[in-house]
């Protein structure tokens, strides 16, 4: 995924885990690789953790989105919206 100025990388991988329940309940986390950290070093909000998943150290980003998930109407694609916004937005 291409990523917008003011991040150290320009672009990165992305893997979803969809919970259990989905689509009625919304996915609330998702990874980035290699890690993006603003162009000042310092982390976009919750996203300091990592997990490692295929032999890479997987940066994970929280995101709640409570009364934002339309279950029966928001899907995958919505939220690779949500995910793209939430990048931008902490950089």
């Known amino acids: 995924m291409p990523i917008k100025s003011g991040a150290v990388t320009d672009s ?3 893997p ?4 259990a329940g989905y689509p009625n309940s919304h996915p609330d986390m998702f990874w980035t690789y290699p890690d993006v950290k603003r162009t000042n070093g310092a982390w976009p909000a919750a996203s300091e953790h990592h997990a490692m998943y295929g032999n890479r150290n997987w940066q994970r980003w929280l995101r709640h ?3 934002q998930w339309r279950a029966g109407i928001d899907n995958f694609r919505s939220y690779l ?3 793209r916004h939430e990048i931008g937005k902490g950089l």
């Open 12 to 14: 990165c991988s992305e």
């Open 16 to 19: 979803i885990i969809l919970p």
């Open 65 to 67: 989105y409570q009364g």
């Open 81 to 83: 919206a949500a995910v």
